[in-house]
């Protein structure tokens, strides 16, 4: 039976800034990637989203990115690997005392934005963001892009990778993700999502926007929480795994 986890980036509220639904977001998915402060998040938003996940059982991890509130973490930064290393183990830190003082822990990783993008594809930098999540806790796993080089340090560093697609994103032929100023990058269409995330779980490959199939591996799905519909998409794109006999739940539990 194919089996998947439900994810999605959230707690990306700043100050009077609201960002997202995430409560109700909650509702439909199993693991919440809570954004830890760099690019988005502040204490207090990090704290009630984990209040909030921890309450549903959504399993729940930590969501660094590049120090860049202005930019939402997606401009690339020039920073080194140690740099990297040094903000992943800050923000991974800060999230972990966050839900420790609720009862709850963190069970995986995901790079956020341009840091997620980049280390998809830098050797030097994915292995900067798994050395940094197994000396804080090897335990912890690591989500990256199907394929991609985070998938090769998580292994690299001898943790557990968990590789990842995108119910909301089209693709490249090279696997990766259409850059976001690209026209088609977003899918917006719950429908057309349903096609490929069909695709990707249950044949393991995706279309790519240029009409090429590319193989992938489908460990857990991931929903953006800004993106509008975020709340419809998720109900509905359960509905629809559930549907087709794949069994759900935090990848953890799978």
């Keep these: 039976m194919p089996r998947i986890d439900l994810n999605c980036d959230m707690g990306e509220s700043f100050g009077a800034w609201s960002m997202g639904n995430d409560r109700d977001v909650l509702e439909h998915v199993d693991s919440a990637n809570i954004a830890c402060g760099f690019h988005a ?17 959504v399993s729940i991890g930590a969501h660094p ?29 800060a999230l972990a005392g966050i839900a420790r003082a609720q009862g709850a822990r963190l069970a995986h990783v995901k790079a956020h934005g341009a840091l997620y993008n980049m280390a998809a594809k830098d050797a030097a930098l994915a292995d900067a ?4 999540v197994r000396d804080f806790d090897g335990s912890l796993i690591l989500y ?29 032929d090279d696997g990766t993700l259409t850059p976001r100023k690209q026209p088609g990058a977003m899918i917006e269409d719950v429908e057309q999502a349903i096609v490929q995330v069909r695709r990707m779980v ?40 559930a549907r087709e006999g794949v069994a759900l739940g935090p990848i953890a539990a799978l």
């Design 41 to 57: 998040g502040d204490a207090g938003t990090m704290r009630r989203t984990v209040e909030a996940a921890h309450a549903r059982g």
């Design 65 to 93: 990115g590049f120090p860049d509130l202005g930019g939402f973490g997606r401009r690339p930064m020039a920073l080194g690997p140690d740099e990297v290393y040094d903000d992943v183990l800050y923000q991974v830190g």
């Design 129 to 132: 963001i798994a050395s940094a």
């Design 144 to 172: 990256g892009l199907a394929g991609s080089e985070l998938i090769g340090a998580a292994a690299r560093a001898g943790i557990r990778a968990a590789s990842e697609v995108f119910a909301d994103r089209s693709y490249q």
């Design 202 to 241: 249950l044949e393991g490959v995706v279309r790519s926007i240029a009409g090429k199939d590319v193989a992938v591996r489908a460990d857990t799905l991931c929903i953006h929480g800004d993106q509008p519909g975020a709340v419809a998409f998720a109900k509905r794109i359960r509905e629809e795994l």
